[in-house]
């Protein structure tokens, strides 16, 4: 575009003071195509939507099976994304029988559409997606495959769960790790068993290494599954992590799994949104479980990255609301 305004001006400094036409026609010409360079630098951004933990079984899984769409209110901007991912929090499938844990959560094949429909891939890399047992698991990452729904954050084989989801998107290659740090760990991926990629340093820094230079990852985000429930600052665990992850090369940190949202920093000039809480889950009462954050992140062509959060005000149901829209000089630390 720049250059076509170049050569435009150049005709016109050429343009012979006897042709006053071919200098008005020039001039409009001029004028039409200016205001369409910002925009045409700003469709060249890579907007992207991450959103925290998606619960499609008890009420959520009633209203799906239903017919009802509990991601409607956020359609518009899941939708419009370049990039929109959420941390699949249940098992889709109808093998095995649920483990003995406190809770366990088994969501509806009618899940499937809404899945495809709203998200670029989903992270399997959490403390319920082994809810019933490996079987399950593996037929899940089967079924997922079937509606052509990408996923990341485990896999049939050690191997395939930490490797990491890749999207080009608008000539930039974005790339995700998932990780699961919370318990049980027998849900972990083997050499030669199906799970999740468990939250191990080693594991984390070789991932992130492969993804920029195996994979060719232009911007990386790595999605953990971590902290303790109902914490609303992380842990020095989760922010010796973080750290760990940007000193390896990782772009931006966005967690999730504690149920509420939990503060933010920036760390060598990167993000560290230590969780973004509930998305899509029921079972909640009070106002920090029932507000989590759909964070919208924008990658400008030159590299600049902005953001904003959109508060999910979640109902009785399980079902979120847009609420307040927050940006970075409502709370932010930074680290050298």
């Not at 992207?48 to 799906?64: N, Y």
């Not at 991601?71 to 093998?95: M, P, Q, T, W, Y």
């Not at 760990?244 to 000039?269: C, F, K, N, W």
Request: proline fraction near 6%; hydrophobic fraction near 40%; charge should be positive.
């Amino acid at each position: 575009m720049t250059r076509l305004i170049w050569r435009l001006i150049g005709v016109l400094s050429r343009v012979r003071i006897g042709h006053p036409s071919r200098v008005i026609a020039c001039m409009i010409l001029l004028a039409t195509v200016l205001p369409l360079e910002p925009a045409i630098a700003a469709d060249a951004s890579i907007r992207m939507v991450f959103v925290g933990d998606v619960m499609l079984a008890d009420t959520p899984g009633k209203l799906v099976r239903a017919g009802k769409d509990p991601f409607r209110h956020f359609a518009d901007l899941l939708k419009n994304a370049d990039l929109s991912i959420g941390n699949l929090e249940c098992v889709i499938s109808a093998k095995g029988t649920a483990i003995d844990k406190p809770y366990t959560f088994r969501a509806p094949k009618q899940a499937l559409p809404l899945l495809k429909k709203y998200f670029s891939a989903v992270s399997v890399a959490n403390n319920h997606t082994g809810d019933f047992g490996k079987a399950a698991f593996a037929d899940m990452l089967d079924t997922l495959e079937r509606h052509a729904i990408p996923y990341f954050g485990g896999g049939r084989t050690l191997r395939d769960a930490h490797r990491p989801f890749v999207k080009e998107i608008k000539g930039r290659r974005i790339g995700i790790l998932g990780y699961n740090g919370f318990f049980p760990r027998s849900f972990e991926a083997l050499d030669d068993s199906p799970g999740n990629a468990w939250l191990d340093e080693d594991f984390v820094v070789h991932g992130i290494r492969q993804a920029k230079e195996a994979y060719g990852v232009d911007f990386l985000i790595v999605y953990p599954h971590w902290g303790w429930e109902y914490q609303k600052l992380a842990s020095p665990r989760q922010r010796q992590m973080a750290r760990l992850m940007i000193d390896s090369g990782a772009d931006a940190v966005i967690g999730g799994h504690p149920h509420v949202t939990q503060d933010i920093e920036i760390y060598r000039g990167k993000p560290v949104f230590y969780s973004l809480g509930n998305f899509v889950f029921d079972g909640f009462s009070d106002h920090d479980t029932r507000t989590g954050w759909a964070l919208q992140m924008t990658l400008a062509p030159d590299g600049a990255l902005d953001w904003r959060l959109r508060e999910a005000r979640i109902d009785r149901r399980g079902v979120p609301a847009p609420g307040r829209e927050l940006g970075p000089n409502d709370f932010l630390s930074t680290k050298p």
